[in-house]
């Protein structure tokens, strides 16, 4: 039996499930049972490869099969860590510079997490940037053998889903079913309990390797390893090109190459700096490229706003104009001014507003919808 450990760590919990020198079997997804154990009471074991691959964890380390066991809090105390090795509420500090060539160290999920500014081509010059497709999914980051949103929030694949994937890796992707099929992959992935035969229909394209050093090409090469060694069917690269360099020749590119996607029922384009080292948060290294539409709608209502909306509009309540039974409600594309409730009877109520957005959902509404003006 492994001898006890010496690591200094906070008491456990009242009990837990199984008792010291006890085993417990849990089934993944191979014919072969992992077996959990209790080594001295506080010391659990695990035959899983995500827990013999916690370098420099000592013997007090976890995985998701003894979370599973235990639970999520008794697990967090007897690690004296947080629920989660990562949480979405870091306290918001300044970021440091990076030094060229290199990533800063992570230490919550939103370390982890690059967004996208709109692309403008009067503000942004993007030739030789790489490009890919805009996927329809679920955003999804894998750290230390587990999956988290971009909240920060643990999603819960099955035992399966990760095998493989090395404890030190770090993939940035999405979980995604298919396009235009968002919202049947939300009710899968959202679920605590979903069956395993539903997530054998999810798979996660990768897009970024956030730890890696280097331009974008750099870390998906990195990505790319990771993902090989895995040998995972259902977990995949997702193929960049790249942009013309020629900036007479860019428009039609982009044109181009959106029109193809969008014609196949893709989202649209995602353009990254080939030169930028990874940065979390929005910035110009990252741009999304959308084809959007507009439609007619008309304003029934009107929901205060919270917070530093509180007292103001915070969104119109509206029917679509060809079609009144349907209902939806828009808050964003908004100027503070154009918020004052006393604008709401005189500007608002009963008008005909014109509404953007990227595409319908299967109930015939807009899906993120934005406001852009009364139409006279």
Not at 11 to 27: H, L
Not at 292 to 306: C, N, S
Request: with cysteine; aromatic share 6%.
């Amino acid at each position: 039996a492994p001898p006890p450990s010496t690591t200094s760590a906070p008491p456990a919990p009242p009990s837990y499930p199984i008792g010291v020198g006890e085993t417990r079997e849990i089934q993944g997804s191979g014919k072969v049972p992992y077996e959990i154990k209790n080594v001295d009471g506080h010391v659990f074991s695990c035959t899983c490869m995500a827990w013999k691959m916690q370098k420099g964890a000592g013997s007090l380390r976890t995985c998701k099969h003894i979370r599973g066991l235990l639970g999520e809090k008794a697990d967090a105390l007897r690690m004296g860590a947080p629920a989660s090795p990562f949480t979405a509420a870091a306290p918001k500090k300044k970021r440091a510079k990076p030094t060229p060539g290199e990533t800063p160290a992570a230490t919550s999920v939103t370390d982890l997490v690059s967004l996208a500014e709109a692309y403008k081509p009067e503000k942004h010059a993007v030739s030789g940037y790489a490009v890919s497709e805009k996927l329809d999914g679920m955003r999804c980051i894998i750290r230390g053998g587990s999956a988290y949103s971009r909240q920060g929030n643990l999603i819960h694949t099955p035992s399966y889903f990760l095998e493989g994937i090395a404890a030190d890796a770090c993939l940035d992707g999405e979980l995604f079913l298919g396009r235009g099929r968002f919202q049947e992959l939300m009710t899968i992935v959202k679920r605590h309990d979903a069956p395993v035969d539903l997530w054998r229909k999810v798979s996660f394209l990768c897009f970024d390797a956030p730890t890696a050093p280097g331009g974008i090409m750099k870390r998906m090469k990195a990505a790319g390893r990771v993902i090989a060694e895995a040998g995972l069917g259902h977990i995949e690269a997702v193929e960049m090109e790249t942009l013309s360099a020629d900036p007479a020749l860019l428009a039609d590119d982009i044109a181009g190459r959106l029109g193809a996607v969008t014609a196949l029922g893709g989202e649209g384009l995602m353009l990254r700096d080939p030169r930028a080292n990874f940065r979390a948060g929005r910035s110009s290294d990252l741009l999304k490229v959308k084809e959007m539409h507009d439609l007619d709608a008309v304003v029934v209502g009107y929901k205060e706003g919270t917070g530093r909306l509180k007292g103001l509009i915070g969104a119109l309540l509206c029917e679509l104009a060809s079609n009144r039974s349907l209902s939806f409600k828009t808050g964003s594309g908004f100027k503070d001014a154009q918020r004052d409730i006393s604008l709401f009877d005189s500007e608002y109520e009963g008008a005909t507003v014109e509404i953007q957005y990227q595409e319908l959902t299967k109930a015939g509404l807009p899906r993120f919808p934005i406001f852009k003006r009364v139409k006279k």
